[in-house]
């Protein structure tokens, strides 16, 4: 049977207890609100992207569950370092991650550590979780004026 | 006697399993389960019965509309209200609101009228009343509580003024458990000039309601929450303030006589029913309170008040819980949050362990804000709840605590 340890790792309990890349930039050229309105769920993300389109900096702020928290965390460590085209791709892959077939093996080469967060795929109630950072995170490169929702 | 082998029994959907464990439901502030008495009324009722009611002369829509009708008297004799005209079928709660602050609000309130609320009230007893400042330039006044969750009775006199029209409070409080003065605010209220209206979706189930003893002027509750089919409730209003009251929908059945110059109203309680009615969904709501009526609120409110006090103690002992809400008079509901886990976390893993509670705002924003907390976790008690159950909360509650470590 499913373990709740499949989705609630240590390392995403680790990520929940200590976030990384929590708070504000102190320099930033983008960023965004996310609001998930089922749960109340907030979450600010703070970007500085380099003129050649390379995320520099990210960080995020907000309240929310374990996992919304751990995907946040977990992303903007991932996030560092790539340019906007990989986050696009990261994105694709993640959604489709969290949504998939349970017997599909998560893209490891693309996803990396945030392969952890593939058990919410078990738990239809909590996909939006996970995926809130990173809608909050196509706003922030779109610079929407809008919050992003789950909805 | 209180024999709960046998009240479970009533319930099917409660012998099963979640996840392989027994299911501890424990979300009945949501929604209650459903009597096998109720099931089969609505079911006998498609399966013998079903016809449009007050329209047609053959056999089965005068059977239709004698068990529709009944339903009413049913609920009446429930509530204790005056006559059947003063019983409203509605969709539920929401819609009962809605249609008081639509018709009767756009008939009587006008800019400069107050509308007094309270802190603790369900979305669904502030948006219309927004919604009718909003068109009608009236002001939207909250009554603020207490730590405990408790209505301050002091700012409640100093809020009521000769310009509030009309008090809209709740019975007892979903996200709180909190049972309000009631009768003591229609007093006072009522000294002061302004209407009441009584959010009664969660007390219904759980309290005797007496709408003439409690001198209301409306009072609404949802059959969901008390052991009936979703899609219906009652609006109970006062006769003489149905009666001046203009129509919220138009359609038919609500209708005496329709020519293109004129319409002629339905009298009492028609007037408010336009279309078809859920036929089904009164008549099972009929015997839901048929069966709240054969264990009856004496025993009832001891059994709840039994359970309530060994989960309140359970909590109490508990490490790093802390109680949302701790009235002195509250009933069935146990909100609360737990150091270091987000409620949502705790509605997933508690949900594995079979125990299914409510994690959220439960519709109440503002009592979030009040507590500064972005959601609770709740477990709410009925009737059939065991303290088997209750300790299976708290297990599963020390299971959440392991796995955040
Ligand atoms: C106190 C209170 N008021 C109103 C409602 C709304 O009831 P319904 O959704 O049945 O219209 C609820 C239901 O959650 C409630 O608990």
């Known amino acids: 049977m499913f373990d709740l340890r499949d989705l609630y790792q240590q390392v995403i309990v680790d990520h929940n207890k200590r976030p990384r890349n929590f708070g504000k930039l102190t320099e930033f050229n983008h960023d965004a609100d996310g609001y998930n309105p089922l749960c109340g769920d907030k979450l600010h993300i703070y970007l500085q992207v380099s003129d050649a389109g390379v995320i520099e900096n990210v960080s995020f702020e907000g309240e929310g569950c374990a996992i919304s928290v751990a995907s946040a965390s977990l992303m903007t460590d991932a996030l560092k370092g790539k340019t906007m085209q990989q986050c696009e791709e990261m994105f694709g892959q993640f959604q489709h991650m969290a949504t998939s077939d349970l017997a599909e093996a998560p893209d490891e080469e693309v996803l990396g550590k945030l392969t952890v967060l593939a058990g919410v795929r078990e738990f239809p109630s909590r996909i939006k979780c996970a995926t809130l950072c990173w809608h909050t995170l196509h706003a922030a490169l779109k610079d929407s004026a809008e919050p992003a929702k789950t909805e | ?405």
């Open chain 2, 1 to 405: 006697m209180f024999d709960i082998e046998k009240i479970r029994a009533e319930f099917p959907i409660l012998s099963q399993q979640i996840h392989g464990r027994p299911l501890a439901y424990l979300d009945n502030a949501a929604t209650t389960q459903k009597p096998q008495s109720v099931i089969d009324a609505v079911r006998r009722y498609y399966e013998e019965d079903n016809a449009n009611v007050h329209r047609g002369v053959h056999a089965l829509s005068e059977r239709a509309t004698a068990a529709y009708e009944g339903a009413r008297k049913t609920v009446g004799g429930f509530f204790n209200t005056r006559s059947v005209r003063e019983v409203v079928f509605t969709r539920g709660t929401t819609e009962a609101i809605n249609l008081v602050a639509s018709s009767w609000g756009r008939a009587n309130i006008k800019a400069g009228d107050e509308i007094l609320i309270t802190h603790m009230e369900h979305h669904s007893n502030i948006v219309p009343w927004q919604m009718l400042c909003e068109q009608t330039g009236a002001i939207l006044k909250v009554v603020p509580i207490n730590q405990a969750g408790e209505l301050l009775m002091d700012e409640f006199d100093a809020l009521l003024t000769e310009r509030t029209k009309l008090v809209g409070v709740v019975h007892m409080s979903n996200a709180l458990g909190t049972v309000n003065p009631v009768a003591d605010i229609v007093r006072r209220a009522h000294a002061a000039g302004a209407k009441v209206l009584i959010d009664g979706a969660q007390a219904a189930a759980h309290l005797p309601v007496d709408v003439q003893a409690l001198d209301c002027d409306f009072y609404v509750t949802s059959a969901h929450k008390m052991y009936g089919p979703t899609g219906i409730g009652v609006l109970i209003g006062r006769e003489s303030l149905l009666r001046e009251m203009p129509p919220y929908q138009g359609g038919g059945d609500m209708i005496r006589m329709v020519t293109f110059e004129k319409t002629e109203y339905n009298d009492l309680p028609y007037k408010f029913e336009a279309g078809t009615p859920h036929i089904a969904g009164a008549i099972g709501f009929g015997k839901a309170l048929e069966f709240i009526r054969g264990i009856g609120f004496d025993a009832i409110e001891k059994r709840e008040k039994e359970l309530l006090a060994y989960a309140t103690a359970k909590a109490a002992d508990f490490d790093g819980l802390t109680p949302i809400g701790t009235a002195e008079d509250k009933a069935c509901v146990l909100s609360f949050v737990l150091k270091g886990i987000h409620p949502h976390d705790l509605g997933t893993i508690l949900d594995r362990e079979g125990v299914a509670i409510r994690a959220g705002h439960h519709c109440a924003m503002p009592v979030m804000q009040f507590y500064k907390v972005p959601a609770t976790a709740r477990a709410s008690f009925s009737v059939y709840n065991s303290e088997a159950e209750v300790d299976a909360l708290f297990a599963a509650l020390t299971r959440a605590q392991e796995i955040f470590g």
